[in-house]
Every structure is written in C-alpha cells, then in structure tokens.
C-alpha cells in the first residue's frame, strides 16, 4: 500500500470517529444512557427464555445458582430462623412422618442386606478376604455387589497440588484427601520430570492409577485435576463424565483458578459438580438364594447352646444338692463347686470320729466320679460325735459304765486315782466339760492302797499335786472380772487335782484348803484395783463350788495392785496355794 492511500485510509477513519462522536455523544452515554433506561424492560423480556435455553444447551444454570441459593438459605437460618419455622411449620408434620418412614424402610432393606451377607457361606468367605485385603467388610462387599462405584472425587490445584475440594459416597469424613492429593501431585510431578515430552510438546500426565483396592481415573486440566476412587471396573461414561465435570469447573471458576493463593473457600460451591461423578452400578443378583448353610449354622448354634445350658443346669442341680445335704453330724460343707463335666470341688470340714465322705455321699445317692476333695479337721461337739467319741475312750475302762441323758454322760463305776486322772484328762480333751454334758458323781475312787502302798510315795504324789495346783494361774483382760470358758476348763482340770488330793489327804491323814489369791496390775486408781482383785478371787471360788468344791475348803482374797518390776504390767491373775496339816 502507498503512503497516499494509508493517509487517506487514516482521515477516513478519523472522520468516522468524528460523525460517532456526534451521534452517540462522548463515550456512546447517548447510546448507553438510553439503553439503561430500557434495560430492565429488555432484560425481563429475554432473561426466562435466556436461563432455559443456557440450561438446555449445558445445564450450567442449576451448577452457578445452586451454592447461591444454599448460601441464601443459610443465611436465612441463621439470622431469621422464626419465619422460616414458621412458615414451613404447617408441612413439618408430614415431613416428618414422611421421613421416619423412608428411613425405616431403608433401615429394613440394609438389615437385610446385612444378614443376607452375614449369615452366609459367601459373607463368611467375604469377611476373611476383607480381612487378608486390610479393607473393612464394607468396603469389600461394596466391590463384591457393584460393578463399579466411585467411592471419591478430588478436585486438586494443578500448579500447587493443594486439594480445593472432594465428595465421598456415604459422607463420611474427609481426612485423607489432603494425603491423596498431596500424593498424586508428587507422582505427577514425577512422571512429568522423568518421561519424554508428548507430541504436544506438553509433560506427560498420569490418566490412571491401580492399586489392589481402587482404580484412580484422573482427569487433567489446564488448572486443575480431577481425580475419581472407583472400586470395581469404571465404564467409558465415567471417563467422560470426568472431562465434563472438568470443563465445567474451569468454565466456571476459571478467575479462581487463575488467581489461587492457597484458599480453597471458593470452591466449596463446587460440590454439586462433583457429586455428579459420583456414578455407580450395581451387579444383578439372584433373588433365589439357598440359605440351608445359613440355616445349618443356625442349628448348630442353638444346639450347642443347648447343650451348655442342659450341662449348666445339671450341675446347679447338682450344686445345691450337695449344699442342701441332709444333716450329717461331724460333717460341715464349707464350699462346693460343680464344673465341666460333673466335676465336683468340695472342701468340708470333718471330724476324725464321723462318717467317711464317700460312705456319706453314697448315703445321700450320689455317685459322683470325679470329685477334688479338700478335707480340713475339726472337732465337732455334737452329741452323736460326742458318743462316738467317749465310746471309743471309755473302750480301755470295762469298769465304767456310761448312759446318755439329755445329751449329758453319766459316768459310773470305780477307778483308781491314776487312771481316773487319766480318762478325765482325755475326756476333757474330747471335749467333756464336767457339770455340763460330764456327770463323774457316781464314780468312786479305789483305795490309793491298791496303787501306791509306800507312805513315802503318797506324799510325794501328794506334794506334787499341790505343786501342780500352784502353779496354776488364771490371765483376766484389762479391768476385767469374768471367768472365761478358757478359765472354766482350768478350773475343771484344778478341781480334778483336788479331788485326787482329796483321797490322798485322807489317806495320809492330812487336812487342806485351797487359798484362792486374785490380783491386779498398777494401772488405774489403787482403790479401784484392790476391789478388782477381790472380785476376780470370789468369782474363781464360785466357779469352783459350782464344779463340787465345798466353800469351807476355800479361802478367797484381793491383794490389790502388785509393784513388783517388769510383773507389774502383767498382773491381772489369780493365783492358787494349798495350806496343809496333820489331823493329829
């Protein structure tokens, strides 16, 4: 072209400008100011139809205006919740029933579902390959009846790596979507560093992913990727519902995308498009379903349970026969337990004079086989061991008759000292107390001549008799006046040293009393102490005149508190002497 012509084609265009500027003003204001005056008369003739054409060709409408009218409603809840309760209070009701009852249904149709997985050979085989795969029984039943599911969607930042957004199958929480994006992006970036550039002149990108629990379908972008969890086999039409949910978020958030700085708040809208990916099939099952295995375990189950309850049974039966045994004298059952197979833990207690356990056992009709016997000794004082007891003692003396009356034993017949000595030492070992189940009144005492013929003798037995008595002593308690049972057996031994002192004193013709001597330790006021000491010595001589011994033959007296060092601590006691002389 010549300088000519561009000079001509510049004033052209200038004059243009010119006649423009005439016309529509500076800056077109008269074009434009005319415009705004119509324009909401011109928009509202062409916005409807605008909207539903835009929504037919792409339906982009429902994708740009959803999170506004979510973001609307939120804001109402939060600022004016009293008018929308009140203005859908009228329709609450059926929802409400609307709703429990959708949601029993389902509960139904997935309890079910879950006892038709449960309860069969295939879910128990389903349950150890979840188990041997590390995934839960869910998620592997989930792969099992689907021929494919999208568990996950990611929407990830292509530049950063950083997660904008992600959308679950059942809702659940999100933890490891930041981990799998983060992850994705360093693989990505690794095969883009690692591998030859396309034909494009462009990295290579990862298109998918398979691990032994997911296929990862991932779907580049110019800004951003979206990556697809898919169990099972994905179809084609997930590829392209992938690209599709792609294309629109970049045509939707393309200034977001272009100015990201690390806040992924805008994106939040962007849960509609995702979960359009969240595509699923469901494999056609049998209806017809043989359930005798499921039903077999169930029997095997209620018969096993039936059988440990028939064996529980038997042995509580067992047990509290064992615990309600009729009344056996000398025999105590202090614990029984019954377990397994009839197999009986019995600790008694057992007197050395009862019946034997297996002949009392046999006794009551029981057999058992297996018994763990634990046998502790004791001495029973009732009267049927008592009998047997004195039986067997009294089987070295034919001269003693014994009768029982009133569960007391009467003694009767003729003994020597010594032996006398003897049998009612082990009487009283057997458990006899003289006066109360020991009546000895109608036994006689042979004459010390057919034992001892020497004087000599007699009176040393008689001097060792009265050491014997002195050198019992009885212990009271602290500010105590009792005669214990412990004294009370003392006392019978005492008063049978005396009645064997007796005969010898007769036969030496000697004549004795008893001094009884009670005292007291020095602690407390003394006063107090003498009348203690004094108390203890006459309720020792009554106790003694109970057993036979004649009041005359006694002498009782308190000495009071005694000082005598490293005793005086100890001196709660009474003492014994014996004062003796010739009758001539």
């Not at 409807?48 to 054409?53: I, P």
């Not at 360093?186 to 290579?204: H, T, Y």
């Not at 009768?403 to 458990?431: I, T």
């Not at 004294?487 to 000697?510: D, I």
């Amino acid at each position: 072209m010549s300088k000519s012509s561009l000079n001509e084609q510049v004033d052209s265009e200038q004059q243009l400008e010119q006649v423009r500027a005439l016309i529509l003003g500076k800056n077109s204001h008269v074009l434009t100011d005319a415009i705004k005056k119509e324009a909401r008369t011109i928009v509202g003739d062409v916005l409807t139809e605008a909207l539903h054409d835009r929504q037919k060709k792409d339906g982009s409408v429902n994708k740009v205006l959803l999170p506004l009218v979510e973001n609307s409603v939120e804001h109402l809840v939060t600022h004016n919740g009293d008018k929308l309760v009140s203005a859908f209070y009228p329709l609450m009701g059926r929802l409400v029933r609307k709703s429990v009852a959708a949601f029993l249904t389902d509960f139904m149709e997935k309890t079910n579902q879950l006892i038709d997985n449960s309860f069969t050979i295939k879910g128990l085989t389903w349950r150890v390959k979840a188990w041997q795969a590390g995934v839960s029984f869910s998620q592997y039943v989930a792969s099992q009846t689907f021929v494919y599911r999208v568990e996950h969607v990611l929407l990830i930042h292509r530049e950063t790596g950083l997660l904008l957004n992600s959308v679950d199958f059942n809702n659940i929480a999100k933890s490891d979507a930041d981990l799998i994006s983060s992850m994705l992006s360093a693989i990505n970036d690794f095969v883009g560093d690692s591998f030859l550039d396309n034909e494009d002149g462009l990295k290579e990108q990862l298109q998918k992913v398979t691990t032994d629990n997911f296929t990862l379908l991932i779907k580049p972008g110019p800004n951003a990727l979206v990556v697809a969890a898919v169990t099972g086999n994905p179809p084609q039409k997930l590829s392209n519902q992938l690209q599709l949910t792609l294309e629109n978020i970049h045509r939707l958030y393309t200034h977001e995308l272009t100015q990201f700085n690390g806040d992924n708040e805008s994106f939040l809208s962007a849960d509609t498009l995702l979960r359009d990916c969240l595509l699923a099939e469901q494999k056609t099952t049998n209806n017809k379903k043989t359930s005798w295995y499921a039903w077999l375990i169930v029997l095997l189950c209620l018969t096993l349970f039936s059988f440990q309850t028939v064996k529980w049974w038997g042995n509580k039966v067992l047990t509290n026969k064992l615990l309600t045994l009729e009344y056996q004298p000398g025999v105590v059952v202090n614990h029984v337990r019954v377990q397994g197979d009839k197999v009986v833990l019995l600790d008694i207690l057992r007197d050395p004079d009862a019946i034997s356990v297996s002949d009392w056992l046999q006794k009551n009709n029981l057999t058992i086989e297996q018994i763990t016997l634990t046998e502790r000794l004791y001495y029973s004082l009732a009267p049927e061991i008592l009998n047997v007891r004195a039986a067997r003692l009294l089987a070295s003396y034919p001269e003693i008759t014994k009768v029982w009356q009133n569960d007391v034993l009467h003694l009767s017949g003729s003994l020597n000292l010594l032996s006398s000595e003897k049998l009612f030492n082990a009487l009283s070992v057997a458990g006899f107390v003289i006066g109360k189940n020991l009546s000895i009144d109608k036994i006689k005492q042979a004459s010390i001549n057919s034992v001892i013929s020497n004087k000599a003798l007699k009176q040393q037995l008689f001097k060792n008799l009265v050491g014997e008595i002195s050198a019992i002593q009885l212990e009271f308690s602290v500010a105590s006046d009792q005669v214990t049972p412990t004294m009370q057996r003392t006392l019978e031994q005492l008063y049978q040293y005396l009645q064997q002192l007796q005969q010898l004193a007769e036969e030496l013709n000697l004549s004795f009393g008893l001094v009884i001597i009670g005292c007291s330790d020095n602690t407390g006021n003394i006063t107090t102490n003498t009348l203690l000491s004094k108390e203890r010595a006459k309720n020792t001589g009554n106790a003694l005149n109970l057993l036979g011994l004649n009041k005359k033959q006694m002498y009782i007296t308190g000495l009071g508190q005694i000082d005598i060092m490293k005793v005086k601590n100890n001196a709660r006691k009474v003492i014994f002497n014996v004062l003796y002389v010739d009758k001539e």
